[in-house]
Antibody, heavy 121, light 107 residues
Framework: QVHLQESGPVLVKPSETLSLTCSVP?????????NSWLRQTAGKGLEWIGR???????YYNPSLKSRVTLSVDMSKNQFSLKLTSVTAADTAVYYC??????????????WGQGTPVTVSS | DIQMTQSPSALSASVGDRVNITCRAS??????LAWFQQRPGKIPTRLIF???TLQNGVPSRFSGSGSGTDFTLTIRSLQPEDSATYYC?????????FGQGTNLEIK
């Protein structure tokens, strides 16, 4: 059951910035406290990129922290991901998902449809 | 990072069988564990959270158990639609980490 809508380019050139947006529908926004970004590759499986609260507090995976920026625009019910200096190793399916740092009830219970992003010139 | 080791990495079973998939954490995660199912070409969907709480809408033939470092996902009375890859996830300590997945084939 897909509730979240991801959008953004599916082809990014090496060394450029990957940008994706996750739109949250109005029927769940009131219970949407944190948004996480994840990615999936055949080689590394599922990897958590980072999380942001609706107030803008961020938590990053140390492995990607130097290249990742998460942001939120609650006036549009949107969460965004930017990943800089991409390489072929960043080719993956990217997901946004509802997250929680307290109640496990909302932990990754709702996902976006997945955006396959390819890094190639 | 906390390492999550799933076993087996793949298994094949028949309709009606019972299977167990295990997940071991490299340190105590209490019950901060969830299980996900991912059918081919689909997004992951949560089956279990807090180690043993069944997600609404998930059939009761799925169950989770364990605490500390050792956890088990049990699927009773396998159905053809259970053919999928199953992942465990720890969220006790950031970065949250997934197991490598268990590919379940229904014969």
């Amino acid at each position: 059951q897909v509730h979240l809508q991801e959008s953004g380019p599916v082809l990014v050139k090496p060394s450029e910035t990957l940008s994706l947006t996750c739109s949250v529908p109005g029927d769940i926004i009131t219970s949407y406290y944190y948004n996480s970004w994840l990615r999936q590759t055949a080689g590394k499986g599922l990897e958590w990129i980072g999380r942001i609260s609706r107030t803008g507090r961020t938590y990053y995976n140390p492995s990607l922290k130097s290249r990742v920026t998460l942001s939120v625009d609650m006036s549009k019910n949107q969460f965004s991901l930017k990943l800089t200096s991409v390489t072929a190793a960043d080719t993956a399916v990217y997901y946004c998902a509802r997250d929680s740092i307290s109640a496990a009830l909302y932990l990754f219970d709702t996902w976006g449809q997945g955006t396959p992003v390819t890094v190639s010139s | 990072d906390i390492q999550m080791t799933q076993s087996p990495s793949a298994l094949s079973a028949s309709v009606g069988d019972r299977v167990n998939i295990t997940c071991r954490a490299s340190q105590d995660i209490i019950n901060y564990l969830a299980w996900f199912q991912q059918r081919p070409g689909k997004i992951p969907t949560r089956l279990i959270f807090a180690a043993s709480t069944l997600q609404n809408g998930v059939p009761s033939r799925f169950s989770g158990s364990g605490s500390g470092t050792d956890f088990t996902l049990t699927i009773r009375s396998l159905q053809p639609e259970d053919s999928a890859t199953y992942y465990c996830l720890q969220h006790k300590i950031d970065p949250c980490t997934f197991g490598q997945g268990t590919n379940l084939e229904i014969k």
